[in-house]
């Protein structure tokens, strides 16, 4: 099933270089070439098969357990569709353990932003999916159990539930009082004023 080579010598140079890589950490070789094609994998699943599909990010510091998908809401109760897509994907089956869905306002590459949209655009009883418990990728550090395969004597499996956050903003037509709009300052008010700055006395502020 696998190949297979038969070793007859091992040489190595006068002024030899050992390659290796380091793991673990936030920033280490494996993760920094993982993300990428997670990027890459789950941004081309996502936009054939989530309807209105914008972006997708997997923040390095989450290791590919966390996710936000980024959506253009045209249909009640999308935001909920996009959460199941990504969570029935490969990836974010095997490895995910939540996902925040959000709308074309929010930079998904800004965590603060991504926050402020599940403090102000989420319900908890409405817009949280549990999923319980399933088999996942072995080395998820936050899984509650992990078991050995009796076929291969290795460790196989984690098991571990998932979530889904729908941070969307809501419609009527989802039976909810619709969404506010953010709250900004006018714009040419705060040009004004940001171009006056020094003119108020608040140099240093």
């Not at 209105?52 to 357990?65: E, K, Q, V």
């Not at 499996?157 to 979530?163: P, T």
């Amino acid at each position: 099933m696998c190949p297979v080579f038969t070793v007859t010598a091992i040489t190595h140079r006068k002024d030899w270089m050992y390659q290796m890589c380091t793991l673990g950490h936030e920033r280490s070789d494996g993760d920094l070439w993982k993300i990428p094609m997670l990027q890459a994998n789950n941004y081309n699943f996502l936009k054939t098969a989530v309807v209105g599909f914008r972006d997708y990010y997997a923040p390095i510091s989450s290791r590919g357990y966390k996710a936000v998908v980024q959506i253009e809401k045209r249909f009640p109760g999308w935001g909920k569709q996009a959460i199941l897509a990504y969570l029935g994907s490969g990836q974010g089956f095997a490895a995910a353990n939540y996902v925040v869905v959000v709308d074309t306002d929010i930079d998904i590459y800004d965590q603060e932003m991504v926050d402020w949209a599940i403090a102000t655009r989420m319900d908890p009883a409405k817009d949280v999916i549990i999923i319980p418990e399933v088999g996942v990728y072995p080395l998820n550090p936050a899984a509650s159990n992990r078991s050995e395969s009796d076929d291969t004597g290795f460790t196989e499996f984690a098991y571990i539930g998932k979530m889904g956050i729908d941070a969307t903003k809501k419609t009527a037509l989802e039976n909810r009082r619709p969404t506010g709009i953010p709250v900004k300052p006018d714009p040419d008010d705060l040009k004004r004023t940001l171009k006056n700055w020094s003119a108020y006395g608040l140099d240093g502020w």
